[in-house]
């Protein structure tokens, strides 16, 4: 399972002052932070104007002060090519989507880098189809050009991209189907890789932790192999890596096991064993219910 850290995200007003004014203290902190990831993923956006050359320069920053990976996130094809380029080590490209521009350049410059290729399955003229099996179509579509350009299939993740819970409740239950259908149909198999956060973007920040983590769990279930997650969630990371290693230690994490058997497994949820006297557990399942929309999510769902 490779975890993606989140932290260095354009989209919060502090890191984006702190990459305009290149605060290398701040930045430094943030990859301090995410020394439990596997990779770090560094979302620049459009890194236009005071922005440019600003993947090189946090390149630079994470190589000489960590072994992780980068994952660069840019929608700007020349800043991207400039931080693979400034950088020795493993990486994402995040990412391509099945518009045949975006498509094209993405692929070449995944070969030039050896790099592996996150795919938005989603285009243009689709958005992004509300059936696991619109995004599956979209997937084969961008498979074959990986195909075409030489990439190895185990350097392509797919990702299902995943809807706020509170907005699209059913979207959640096809992100994972399309998750284990992507799974099933490659072969040589490809992978999977979900931005774990959207699924509770809108939901009241306390529950958010647990949505994300009991979602991370049902995905996991469904055979997912990556994940872009908040590192700071070190609860979160744990559950990831003891069901990596298969290593429950208390009934709690009995149940995250059952959760993921149970979608590997095509189960149902209401065949689960829990302990209805223990509030935590209820809430686990509770949460896991409305991810695979059996119940009605609520802002207050884990207070009825």
């Given at each position: 399972?490779?975890?993606?850290?989140?932290?260095?995200?354009?989209?919060?007003?502090?890191?984006?002052n702190a990459?305009?004014?290149?605060?290398?203290?701040?930045?430094?902190?943030?990859?301090?932070l995410?020394?439990?990831?596997?990779?770090?993923?560094?979302?620049?956006?459009p890194?236009?104007?005071?922005?440019?050359?600003?993947?090189?320069?946090l390149?630079?920053?994470?190589?000489?002060s960590?072994?992780?990976?980068?994952s660069?996130?840019?929608?700007?094809?020349?800043?991207?090519?400039?931080?693979?380029?400034?950088?020795?080590?493993?990486?994402?490209?995040?990412?391509?989507?099945?518009?045949?521009?975006?498509?094209?350049k993405?692929?070449?410059?995944?070969?030039?880098?050896?790099s592996?290729?996150?795919?938005?399955?989603?285009?243009?003229?689709?958005?992004?189809?509300?059936?696991?099996?619109?995004?599956?179509?979209?997937?084969?579509?961008?498979?074959?050009?990986?195909?075409?350009?030489?990439?190895?299939?185990?350097?392509?993740?797919?990702?299902?991209?995943i809807?706020?819970?509170?907005?699209?409740q059913?979207?959640?239950?096809?992100?994972?189907?399309?998750?284990?259908?992507?799974?099933?149909?490659?072969d040589?198999?490809?992978?999977?890789?979900?931005?774990?956060s959207?699924?509770?973007?809108g939901?009241?920040?306390?529950?958010?932790?647990?949505?994300?983590?009991?979602?991370?769990?049902?995905?996991?279930?469904?055979?997912?192999?990556?994940?872009?997650?908040?590192?700071?969630?070190?609860?979160l990371?744990?559950?990831?890596?003891?069901?990596?290693?298969?290593?429950?230690?208390?009934?709690?994490?009995?149940?995250?096991?059952?959760l993921?058997?149970?979608?590997?497994?095509?189960?149902?949820?209401d065949?689960?064993d829990?302990?209805?006297?223990?509030?935590?557990?209820?809430?686990?399942?509770?949460t896991?219910?409305?991810?695979?929309?059996?119940?009605?999510?609520?802002?207050?769902?884990?207070q009825?």
């Amino acid at each position: 399972m490779i975890l993606i850290g989140e932290n260095i995200h354009v989209i919060s007003k502090s890191v984006q002052n702190a990459l305009v004014e290149r605060d290398e203290r701040f930045i430094s902190e943030l990859i301090e932070l995410q020394k439990n990831m596997d990779y770090i993923d560094l979302n620049v956006g459009p890194a236009k104007k005071n922005m440019e050359g600003i993947l090189p320069w946090l390149a630079k920053l994470v190589q000489s002060s960590c072994a992780q990976g980068i994952s660069f996130d840019t929608t700007n094809i020349a800043e991207m090519e400039s931080g693979l380029k400034s950088f020795n080590g493993k990486t994402f490209i995040n990412s391509t989507s099945k518009d045949i521009e975006r498509l094209e350049k993405m692929t070449d410059l995944a070969v030039e880098f050896c790099s592996n290729l996150i795919a938005l399955t989603l285009s243009k003229e689709t958005g992004i189809p509300k059936t696991a099996d619109g995004r599956l179509e979209i997937a084969f579509e961008i498979y074959e050009k990986c195909l075409e350009k030489g990439i190895d299939s185990e350097k392509i993740f797919f990702d299902p991209l995943i809807l706020p819970v509170c907005v699209e409740q059913g979207q959640a239950l096809e992100a994972l189907n399309t998750i284990q259908m992507v799974k099933e149909s490659f072969d040589p198999p490809v992978n999977t890789v979900i931005g774990l956060s959207n699924v509770s973007n809108g939901c009241p920040k306390d529950i958010r932790p647990l949505i994300n983590r009991v979602f991370g769990v049902l995905a996991f279930g469904a055979g997912l192999d990556a994940a872009i997650i908040d590192a700071k969630d070190e609860e979160l990371v744990r559950i990831f890596r003891m069901l990596e290693n298969n290593s429950p230690k208390s009934d709690v994490d009995k149940l995250y096991t059952s959760l993921a058997d149970l979608i590997r497994n095509f189960g149902e949820i209401d065949d689960i064993d829990y302990d209805k006297d223990s509030a935590e557990q209820a809430k686990i399942v509770k949460t896991a219910k409305i991810l695979l929309n059996k119940e009605i999510y609520s802002h207050s769902f884990t207070q009825i």
